[in-house]
């Protein structure tokens, strides 16, 4: 399905931002340049009358995405929590994408649950709600167990949900291979790569017994943490299309006037979210990864609830302690320290200056620092920090992009509940901690230890593959075949495959 018939699609997709008015408030609201605009309206304004009309009771850019797919609402999603990037208004508006879309039909989820569990409405629960939440991917009603009495949040897929998104992945798909192919300059941020991170991504999100799975998890691991919870999962009423939970109480966090009426701390509220979502990723390498205003309740005793645990993301232990020194580097504005953790861990070529590229980390540090969150374009930021990634030859990190996109995300919800929130102080606490016990001597011995268990558990096989390599270091070298071609042609004639290979991949898609 990636073939050039996706064309039609990023025409249809051009065409309704044309006609619901969209694309002005998007181009307007990312600050675009007059060059990109200029060439956005002589591409989509042909074939306005091809776009699709979406919801007219919509504001311009939620009507266009709703109406393109699920897909594009993702994105919307993650726009909606950065006012600082698209302007307050248009942040304001995207939040409806969040879990105020229209619900399908009561009767289909009524359906595709006794189809399930092969049992009646009525026999499971005494109590069914309409819907009370609906996204891009589920809708939520909240029901009572008949057999006891608990209250309990009921989720289920919406209909053909599978197939709309691989419509929508399909064209990214196609994006990324004309990108790569027509714009070799972008190649190093592997669009490809981060649209098959995405669909992956996606796939578990489809799978309601995965997202089961992961909310058990990640309740186990911040069972003790203070100030934060996960819901329990009610495995009995549980599976591939239905995930149901218990239901908790609460506000959500996107209700700024109903969270301030309730008289909690607005910066303590702030620095909890920044604060948890570090401490998951840091001390447990397993952390929430959509956690837009939608998916958090703020309960009636102070806690931070979570909720929707269709995206969550893994970091091994030494991706872990990379990201630690490079976020207390920024702490404490050491950008030589930060330039060399970055050539250690392979994310910038090692053709590279490391002193050139430390100077460059400073013109993005130093102008954020001490300032007023307010006074920080997170838009020209971003446009630098982009800059600075195509100067130094950087490629895009597929194993970091959730990690860094939620790290985005949470800053932006933090910031909505206290706008003079500074990311550096909240986050100074746990990465020091994290710092202490991960980096350093006592960390180093750690590892030794746990190198030597290993070596443990292959102690009684030690002799036999000792004596092998023995035996295979002692056996006469076979001859080696004579070479038709040297290896300088060999190397020639690969990148000439390979060249030709990408060019077909961009074409077809």
Request: charged content about 25%; aromatic content about 8%.
């Amino acid at each position: 399905m990636r073939g050039p018939h996706n064309i039609w699609r990023l025409i249809r997709t051009g065409a309704t931002f044309e006609r619901t008015g969209a694309l002005d408030v998007a181009l307007e609201g990312l600050y675009a340049p007059n060059s990109l605009r200029v060439a956005t309206k002589v591409i989509s304004l042909p074939f306005k009358w091809l776009g699709l009309k979406g919801d007219p009771d919509l504001p311009a850019v939620p009507r266009a995405l709703t109406a393109l797919g699920p897909a594009y609402i993702k994105f919307g999603q993650i726009l909606s929590t950065r006012p600082d990037i698209v302007g307050d208004e248009l942040a304001e508006q995207l939040k409806v994408l969040q879990d105020k879309l229209p619900p399908f039909d009561d009767a289909l989820a009524r359906a595709e649950i006794e189809k399930t569990f092969e049992k009646s409405i009525d026999e499971m629960f005494s109590a069914f709600s309409r819907p009370i939440a609906a996204a891009s991917i589920a809708q939520v009603h909240r029901a009572t167990v008949r057999d006891t009495g608990e209250e309990v949040a009921v989720k289920i897929l919406r209909p053909r949900i599978e197939r709309a998104f691989q419509i929508d992945i399909d064209a990214f798909y196609f994006i990324a291979g004309f990108i790569e192919t027509f714009a070799p300059s972008v190649r190093r941020l592997r669009p490809k790569a981060v649209i098959e991170h995405f669909e992956s991504v996606v796939h578990g999100e489809l799978d309601l017994r995965m997202e089961a799975s992961a909310s058990a998890e990640f309740r186990a691991n911040t069972e003790k943490d203070p100030g934060f919870g996960v819901p329990r999962v009610i495995w009995p009423y549980s599976d591939r299309r239905v995930f149901t939970s218990e239901w908790v109480e609460g506000i959500n966090i996107g209700d700024i006037a109903a969270v301030k009426a309730s008289g909690h701390d607005m910066k303590a509220l702030a620095n909890t979210i920044i604060q948890s979502f570090l401490q998951h990723a840091l001390n447990d390498g397993f952390f929430h990864a959509d956690m837009h205003q939608g998916n958090l309740k703020l309960a009636p005793d102070g806690r931070l609830i979570a909720l929707d645990f269709g995206i969550m993301g893994r970091i091994d232990e030494y991706t872990r302690r990379v990201y630690a020194e490079i976020l207390i580097g920024f702490i404490r504005q050491d950008y030589r320290r930060i330039a060399e953790v970055h050539f250690e861990a392979g994310y910038v070529p090692q053709g590279q200056d490391v002193d050139a590229f430390a100077q460059a980390l400073r013109s993005i540090g130093e102008p954020i620092f001490g300032q007023d969150a307010s006074q920080i374009s997170m838009a020209r930021l971003l446009a630098h920090l982009f800059e600075v990634t195509e100067q130094f030859g950087m490629e895009t990190r597929t194993e970091l992009i959730l990690l860094q996109r939620t790290m985005v995300v949470v800053e932006g919800v933090g910031r909505s509940l206290d706008p003079e929130l500074n990311l550096w102080e909240s986050a100074q606490p746990i990465v020091e901690r994290y710092i202490r016990t991960s980096v350093g001597p006592v960390a180093t011995a750690r590892d030794i230890a746990q190198t030597l268990r290993v070596l443990g558990r292959f102690g009684p096989r030690l002799p036999q593959l000792a004596e092998r390599a023995l035996m295979n270091a002692t056996q006469e070298p076979a001859p080696e075949p004579k070479r038709r071609f040297s290896g300088p042609v060999i190397g020639v004639i690969g990148v000439v495959v390979g060249v030709a290979l990408s060019w077909i991949a961009g074409v077809i898609g």
